[in-house]
């Protein structure tokens, strides 16, 4: 069970990293001069974001 | 006969290999295996500082080589970027402290990653330390510049009225504190997932070459034809690893850093 609900919980921060790249490359491809700044938001985001899936996983394999 | 069928006995050993365990002393007084390998990770970055000053002073005015060079553009990258890019006029003040934390866990992340070694941040209680310390040095920051009573208050932003004002300021208070356990746990959980997940696919590595050891039928053979596949999986794992145990030590900076300069700045 607690695999499966590992699986969901994936779901919502593979979106989320998702997005964070597609608005990465988006504004790159717009915008090339302010890459350096925007590698470290986007950095910043995926590890946000990444953050809430490994709590996940953790807890899957503790609990 | 299924390789799988030990996949479940050989994980929970993996996972007790995770779990502090004391080789000297006990579990309050003592040494564990995840302290051992933080030691050894400060041991090694203070022999990389002599060894570096050493060369240094041997190059004269420029510096050459791959090793002193290397080092300095580390030490480029996390003053340039890190704090000149965020901290803005004050990065002076700040950027030993930046750096010793950057170095602190790259050094860490790095040993973690050798084969045989433990990260000694791949424990909650070494991240949650190096949260601690983050979060006093953010707070004492914000006192001295803005004093008790003005940090206090800076929490929530100028400029809103009174009933909300309270609100935004007990929910700005709350994330404060949020702050150190996201701090601690990210760094924490990236480093032990990273490891958990390469332990597995060692373990079904070798899961599915030792039956070719024991009899050659074509059954076996085919499991050992996985096993390469696992295998190559690993080495992927194993680079990505690499880049985690950089990119973790840079986000833990990056948002010390950044909460810094939210306790300096003026307006919030």
Redesign the interface.
Known sequence: MGVIGYGLGVIGAGFGIGLAAYGATTSMARQPEVQG?LF?VF??AS?FV??LA??G??VT?IA | MNPLDKLGEEMDELLEGFTSTAIHGDLTVGLTQYTFWMMVAAIALLVLIFVFKKKQAACGLVPKGRFVNGVEFLVEYCRDDLCKGLLGDTWREHFPFIASVFFFILMNNIIGVIPGCKPGTGCIGTTAALGLVSFVYFIVVGIKSKGVLGYIKSLAPAGVSFPMNALVWVIELFSTFLRLVTLAVRLFCNLFAGHVVMGTFAILTSLFFVPVLQQITPQTLGFAGASVFWIAILLIIYAVELLVAVIQAYVFTLLSAVYIQLAEADEH
């Open positions: 700044r470290t950095i910043l590890a990444e953050a490994l709590i996983f953790v394999l």
